[in-house]
């Protein structure tokens, strides 16, 4: 019975570089959400997607952030020309409805060199 | 939008002995979560609390909600090692898309023998 899965668990980027994330939510969970953890703060919310739509992305840097859930296959968190300042653990969580608890993956901690 | 304030954001205290860590809201809100994380890892959902006077137990943890006060408390009795960690409460917002969660910095508990 496996969990939120995310790969990957590190990635390491040097600056202008793409990084691509990616989560596999819970058997039988269509939705999916995105957060960001910068060390000793709590999360912060970036998106939420159910399969093929994006329902919230208001927490999202308007620029070199991209996020989409596909009919088939994970979820991608995407981060073009990455700078120092993406360097965070990005969060998956995913749960059966929008009302519903979500469950987390073990995160992808981003370093930018 | 919604503000998140916990309180103590660092909690250093001897096994056997009882401490409350506070989770205030800024508005209205119909759920709150209180989640576990330890270093590195993902969030563990502890508790999940619904309505006014909501009270949770389990184990040496005990989550209350008082939604007039926009406040949530989670209860330490008798602390033992093993619960030293993280513990964020999230908050969602009626006036938000259902998925999204507002979470507070974090506590970071730390039990010594």
């Known amino acids: 019975n496996a969990g939120v899965m995310q790969n990957p668990r590190h990635l390491v980027r040097r600056r202008g570089q793409e990084a691509r994330l990616r989560c596999s939510p819970m058997?039988?969970?269509?939705?999916v959400y995105w957060y960001r953890q910068l060390p000793e703060e709590g999360l912060k919310f970036m998106v939420y997607?159910?399969?093929?739509?994006?329902?919230?992305e208001s927490g999202m840097p308007k620029e070199r952030f991209s996020a989409e859930f596909p009919k088939e296959g994970p979820s991608i968190l995407r981060i073009q020309q990455v700078v120092r300042g993406d360097s965070a653990a990005y969060f998956c969580?995913?749960?059966?409805?929008?009302?519903?608890?979500?469950?987390f993956g073990d995160g992808t901690r981003l370093s930018i060199l | 939008e919604l503000k998140v304030e916990q309180n103590p954001l660092f909690l250093s205290m001897q096994e056997g002995k009882n401490y409350t860590i506070y989770c205030n809201y800024s508005?209205?809100?119909?759920?709150l979560y209180w989640y576990r994380q330890d270093p590195g890892k993902s969030l563990e959902s502890l508790f999940v609390?619904?309505?006014?006077?909501a009270v949770k137990q389990e184990g040496r943890l005990m989550a209350s909600l008082d939604t007039k006060a926009r406040l949530s408390t989670l209860h330490i009795t008798a602390a033992v090692h093993d619960l030293s960690a993280t513990y964020f409460c999230?908050?969602?917002?009626?006036?938000?898309?259902?998925?999204?969660?507002?979470f507070g910095r974090g506590t970071q508990l730390t039990v010594w023998p």
């Open positions: 058997k039988g969970h269509s939705h």
């Open positions: 508005t209205t809100s119909d759920r």
């Open positions: 969580a995913s749960s059966h409805a929008g009302d519903q608890p979500q469950h």
């Open positions: 999230a908050v969602h917002d009626r006036g938000s898309t259902l998925g999204r969660l507002y």
């Open positions: 997607l159910q399969k093929e739509n994006i329902i919230d």
């Open positions: 609390l619904l309505s006014n006077g």
